[in-house]
């Protein structure tokens, strides 16, 4: 008998979806044969299949079994078809009526006792189903709370392979849980875990440049010698974040539910911090592999991605960024297809003055031949170098500060402000967006400059011989700072800070 059942399976960063054909009384000597382009996983669903059903006391029965996995020309990767496939079987064997399965949508994997695990991707698959028009999505227990977060469609938690057919069959009717949103509905921030502003000592100019940085989502770049303080700043700028929205939430927790590392029930509370290591190769830094899966600029989506000791990643891996800074999303193509991945993101990179760390320290003498800090400069490209809004130079604290016992305003102080700016920015736009990300169309258009503030951009760029694009990146970090001091037009003194974090890029 033939039956016909609906499941998925991630590629990329979406879901598609997939029909499992079962054929069980096929012609031929007893087997069990699964075509479809199945990688090693799915191909294992036999003897997971096989030995959940007869642990159940739902034998399998001795003939030719069939299953097809269709369209035939996409690869099929993971477990989630563990549970389709066995849903077909029963359907064919007569278990379960056909007629029940046919506008559902299935996905889990089976362990050998009939329980149904965890999977990823189940939120692109979830997405996927709704745009293709099915209501239904029965899938593993453990992922029902990422399921629910689309509400339009019912997503039914199952936790082993009876209570499914015990479902299917009318015995029992399925409890639907009481929903759990992240934090986006429920307006209730997780404790960070991040560095706190009020633990970094000094540092004003730094702390004044991360906090602007924040509230628009501008690239920064921080310059000083080693044990400054730089990836402390870094580390606690992800805490002054803004809560994210719920599109922004949605889209940042749709990449990660994909990845491996993704732990199933594990909301993104917070906004992503990513600080891949300076050895990483261009595709864990872009995205891509034999199975195309996400990067560090797409994980770090709507969130920081921290490079520190930047001069120190490989060119190409820093070169491949230039793009996805400008676009906010990436371009992956293979031979089986071309995927794109957002990446928009906030880029915080740190570096020393040369290749000893102490270059321009006014205690420790740099030991750095002209040649070697030369080198080390041209590291980092002029073209990359441009890309990133605010350059500021992080100085040792003193000793005498150090020792002080008063506290600096704290990380909820300062979250406060970003969100205040933040939220004049969606107001602006009427989605969530931020000035850097704006266009150079739009930047004409809510960001007109009096004739006084012309003049003095237009001297600073001859002068300092800008480029075009720094020309706009001074306007909109400009932009942001009014949106803090509450300024509907942009002043003369947010230009002259916009233009300051400008000039200090020629001194690395």
């Not at 739009?442 to 011989?465: D, F, M, N, R, Y």
């Amino acid at each position: 008998m033939f039956s016909q059942i609906y499941s998925a399976t991630p590629v990329g960063i979406e879901g598609v979806l997939v029909r499992v054909e079962v054929d069980v009384y096929a012609r031929g000597l007893p087997s069990f044969t699964i075509v479809g382009l199945p990688d090693k996983a799915v191909e294992e669903s036999k003897e997971r299949v096989r030995t959940a059903l007869r642990n159940t006391s739902m034998t399998i029965p001795s003939t030719k079994i069939v299953v097809n996995l269709a369209p035939a020309d996409i690869p099929k990767y993971g477990s989630h078809f563990d549970l389709p496939i066995a849903v077909g079987i029963l359907c064919s064997s007569g278990f379960i009526d056909p007629k029940v399965v046919k506008d559902k949508v299935f996905i889990g994997e089976l362990s050998l006792d009939g329980a149904v695990r965890p999977v990823n991707g189940v939120l692109p698959i979830v997405i996927s189903a709704k745009a293709q028009g099915y209501n239904t999505v029965f899938a593993p227990i453990a992922n029902i709370e990422e399921a629910q977060l689309i509400s339009s469609v019912e997503s039914i938690g199952v936790s082993t392979i009876q209570e499914l057919v015990e479902i299917l069959r009318g015995r029992i009717v399925h409890q639907v849980g009481k929903k759990s949103y992240p934090q986006w509905v429920l307006a209730a921030r997780k404790k960070t875990t991040h560095s706190d502003f009020s633990d970094i000592v000094g540092q004003p100019l730094a702390k004044r440049a991360l906090e602007i940085a924040a509230a628009g989502g501008h690239n920064i770049h921080l310059k000083g010698p080693p044990g400054a303080g730089k990836t402390m700043l870094a580390s606690a700028t992800a805490g002054i974040l803004p809560d994210m929205t719920e599109e922004e939430g949605i889209d940042v927790l749709r990449i990660h539910s994909v990845t491996a590392s993704y732990r199933q029930g594990d909301f993104l509370w917070e906004r992503p911090f990513r600080a891949p290591h300076h050895t990483i190769s261009r595709v864990g830094m872009v995205g891509g592999g034999s199975v195309i899966s996400p990067g560090e600029i797409s994980l770090a989506h709507r969130g920081v991605l921290f490079l520190d000791e930047f001069p120190e990643f490989p060119r190409g891996v820093l070169e491949a960024l230039r793009q996805p800074i400008e676009d906010g999303h990436v371009t992956v193509t293979r031979a089986i297809g071309t995927f794109t991945f957002p990446a928009r993101f906030m880029l915080i990179c740190a570096s020393n003055p040369c290749p000893c760390g102490y270059r321009g320290d006014p205690h420790k003498s740099c030991r750095c031949s002209a040649n070697a800090i030369s080198r080390y400069q041209k590291r980092l490209s002029g073209p990359i170098l441009d890309r990133i809004d605010m350059h500021v130079s992080v100085r040792p604290v003193e000793t005498k500060e150090l020792m002080k016992n008063g506290s600096a305003e704290s990380t909820g102080a300062i979250r406060l402000r970003v969100q205040r700016a933040r939220d004049k920015q969606h107001r602006r736009f009427a989605k969530s967006r931020t000035n850097a990300e704006m266009t150079s169309a739009e930047v004409k258009e809510t960001c007109p400059l009096s004739e006084e503030v012309q003049t003095l951009l237009q001297k600073a760029i001859t002068q300092l011989s800008l480029s075009a694009r720094a020309y706009y990146k001074i306007i909109k970090v400009a932009r942001t700072i009014c949106d803090m001091d509450g300024s509907e037009d942009i002043t003369r003194n947010a230009i002259l800070e916009a233009i300051q974090y400008r000039v200090d890029s020629d001194r690395l």
